[in-house]
């Protein structure tokens, strides 16, 4: 299976008649330049990538950015899926209007602060084929806020959580720990490791097997079972 920082200088300048050192001048972007910085980034991006504002501040400031992109989905060049969250509409010949996935918003809602979000529950089940009902709610664990991002009639949902359960975040075992949590211990069969085994490389076996003591134990047994090459 398979973040924003301004960078201030403080150069200086010796002017010809004093002698003494200055501070340079530096004018800031016009709001037509933020404009056409903007609308460029925009036509290069990829189809389905989500924005928000921070994807553009090294392009002018807030206010700015905030601005142009009020502008831009007045004209709808742009369209607000959520709060702080744009994207450039698409539209199906048939299915009419296309909304972005929801790997798309974590991302976007992740760069956004630099955070690690780690799918959970019902969704990491259904992303590892355990169950292929997608809920209407998906859940990520984040080393950030919690909060709740509706799209269209989807619901993702953002869960702070401990340092020990991000330990995993990112990586297969991570997301096969969450998917086992979901499931309960009670209703871990053959089946599902099975699945699991078929599922998973070779390399993410090995991830699993390192990954093992981060995770609670009977879980980890699970994991351990997962990576062998028979049952």
């Given at each position: 299976m398979?973040?924003k920082r301004?960078?201030f200088?403080?150069?200086?300048?010796t002017?010809?008649s004093?002698?003494k050192?200055?501070?340079?001048?530096q004018?800031?972007?016009?709001?037509?330049?933020?404009?056409?910085?903007?609308?460029a980034?925009?036509?290069?991006?990829?189809?389905r990538?989500?924005?928000s504002?921070?994807d553009?501040?090294?392009?002018g400031s807030r206010?700015a950015?905030?601005?142009v992109?009020?502008?831009?989905t007045?004209?709808?060049?742009?369209r607000?899926?959520?709060r702080?969250l744009?994207?450039?509409?698409?539209?199906?010949?048939?299915?009419?209007?296309?909304?972005p996935?929801?790997?798309?918003?974590?991302?976007a809602?992740?760069?956004?602060g630099?955070?690690?979000l780690?799918?959970?529950?019902a969704y990491?089940?259904?992303?590892?084929?355990l169950?292929e009902?997608v809920?209407m709610?998906?859940?990520f664990?984040?080393?950030?806020?919690?909060?709740t991002v509706h799209?269209?009639?989807?619901?993702?949902l953002?869960k702070?959580?401990?340092?020990?359960n991000?330990?995993?975040a990112g990586?297969i075992?991570g997301?096969?720990?969450?998917a086992l949590?979901?499931?309960?211990?009670?209703?871990i069969d053959?089946?599902v490791v099975?699945?699991l085994?078929?599922?998973?490389t070779?390399?993410?076996?090995?991830?699993l097997?390192?990954?093992a003591s981060?995770a609670?134990?009977?879980i980890?047994?699970?994991?351990?079972?997962?990576?062998?090459?028979?049952?």
């Amino acid at each position: 299976m398979s973040e924003k920082r301004a960078i201030f200088s403080d150069m200086r300048t010796t002017s010809p008649s004093s002698g003494k050192s200055q501070p340079t001048q530096q004018t800031p972007p016009s709001h037509g330049s933020v404009d056409a910085a903007i609308r460029a980034k925009l036509a290069a991006s990829e189809p389905r990538k989500v924005f928000s504002p921070v994807d553009f501040l090294h392009l002018g400031s807030r206010a700015a950015v905030d601005k142009v992109l009020s502008r831009l989905t007045s004209t709808g060049a742009l369209r607000r899926v959520a709060r702080g969250l744009y994207d450039v509409p698409r539209t199906h010949a048939i299915l009419g209007p296309l909304l972005p996935s929801a790997d798309d918003i974590a991302k976007a809602i992740a760069g956004k602060g630099s955070l690690r979000l780690q799918p959970s529950g019902a969704y990491a089940a259904n992303l590892l084929g355990l169950t292929e009902q997608v809920p209407m709610k998906l859940a990520f664990l984040t080393d950030g806020v919690s909060r709740t991002v509706h799209i269209g009639n989807q619901s993702i949902l953002l869960k702070h959580t401990t340092p020990r359960n991000m330990a995993t975040a990112g990586r297969i075992s991570g997301l096969v720990i969450q998917a086992l949590r979901h499931f309960k211990q009670a209703h871990i069969d053959d089946q599902v490791v099975a699945t699991l085994r078929a599922k998973l490389t070779a390399e993410d076996k090995a991830v699993l097997l390192a990954d093992a003591s981060l995770a609670p134990v009977w879980i980890a047994d699970v994991m351990r079972r997962i990576a062998q090459d028979k049952g």
